[in-house]
């Protein structure tokens, strides 16, 4: 019986692994930080054999709220990912498998790798409709890329989309696949309606360093990205010194920062209400954004969320806040699940890839309704 984390993502630490029905294991936490949540490991066992696994200290991570009615995703072909029954007691996260091959993977949620990414980003850049641009390197040495979709004009609004500035949360990414692949499909009708009218400006990783780190929240020296807004710098956060930068030289008409939700099993979204800018034409441009996307999928919903900021008391230093303040736009952070969507609840695959893919496809629906409206 074997354990490893010592690739892309990887992260757990054992702490006995003796007899296959008793191992125990703890997550390392963020490099300078005490966040802690993501793991994603490997187990080489004996095949038919019932392995019991034990995830330890689980009160102290970072959301522990988040660890009630989880599942655990596993992978025979890191292809597909399905989700292994889990009981939580408090502290320790227990689930059980019997394995069909000698080799399981683990994760909190579908890794999307490092290498996928480069992928991402190659398969985009060879569209006649994208051009890829390099932005600046992080502090571990890797690209800071945007993808910049559609023809730039004066008439043309300026779309603005960031994906995984917390690196543990993976679906941002898949979901930011699924926008640009429809996007980039010259066949499809609401992306020529859409492109007509706007240019995409998309990062589908804010966190390439925390992602291939194995991190849940920070860059590599644990920053949290997404408190970096206000002052960002050089030499703690070149992620969004860069972004930030790339915005003011174009404007931005319209932000949306994806990320994923621990806790809450339902997609949703957190406005700007509490901005000093914030006024009735924000307001009415972020309900039309949100009805559009109601009427666009059953996997949107309105009545869970985030608690609204009062006026005038929103923090700055958070991406959606920071963004729609500077420019006065509409700006939405989007929230998907960890676990299910529990007004579409699937328990063998919970909330997966396809369904990431999906949602951002949908997304598109609603910034085609709102596109017109943005500078009315």
């Not at 850049?125 to 890797?142: A, F, H, I, V």
């Not at 004066?154 to 995984?164: H, P």
């Amino acid at each position: 019986m074997q354990i490893s984390s010592l690739f892309d993502s990887g992260n757990i630490r054992v702490i006995r692994a003796e007899q296959p029905d008793d191992i125990m294991l703890a997550i390392n936490k963020d490099n300078q930080s005490d966040f802690y949540q993501w793991f994603h490991f490997r187990l080489t066992g004996e095949v038919n054999r019932l392995h019991t696994l034990h995830i330890s200290d689980l009160a102290s991570s970072a959301y522990p709220k988040g660890w009630e009615g989880y599942n655990v995703l596993a992978s025979y072909d890191r292809q597909t990912w399905f989700r292994v029954d889990s009981e939580f007691n408090g502290d320790i996260l227990t689930f059980s498998i019997a394995l069909e091959q000698p080799q399981v993977y683990f994760a909190y949620f579908i890794p999307y790798s490092y290498e996928r990414h480069l992928d991402l980003l190659a398969d985009a850049q060879c569209s006649p409709l994208c051009e890829l641009k390099y932005l600046g390197d992080t502090l571990d040495g890797r690209d800071m890329s945007l993808l910049v979709i559609g023809e730039p004009g004066e008439d043309k609004r300026n779309i603005w989309i960031t994906a995984r500035q917390h690196p543990g949360e993976s679906m941002a990414e898949w979901c930011a696949e699924g926008i640009i692949g429809r996007l980039l499909d010259e066949q499809d009708g609401i992306s020529r309606a859409l492109l007509e009218k706007a240019v995409f400006y998309i990062v589908p990783n804010m966190n390439p360093d925390g992602s291939a780190r194995g991190h849940l929240r920070t860059n590599a020296v644990g920053a949290n990205l997404n408190r970096e807004w206000k002052t960002p710098s050089l030499e703690r956060s070149p992620e969004v010194y860069y972004v930030l930068n790339a915005m003011h030289e174009v404007g931005v008409d319209m932000y949306l920062d994806l990320h994923g939700d621990e806790a809450l099993p339902y997609n949703f979204v957190a406005g700007s209400e509490g901005i000093p800018a914030y006024s009735d034409k924000l307001k009415a441009l972020e309900n039309q954004f949100k009805d559009a996307l109601l009427m666009a999928t059953p996997e949107f919903q309105d009545e869970f969320g985030y608690a609204k900021d009062e006026p005038g008391q929103a923090d700055l230093t958070i991406a959606s806040n920071a963004v729609g303040q500077a420019f006065e736009c509409l700006a939405y952070t989007i929230e998907m699940p960890f676990k299910d969507n529990n007004n579409l609840p699937d328990p063998l695959f919970g909330w997966s890839v396809q369904r990431c893919q999906q949602f951002g496809e949908d997304i598109l629906v609603a910034a085609n309704n709102v596109v017109g409206s943005l500078r009315t």
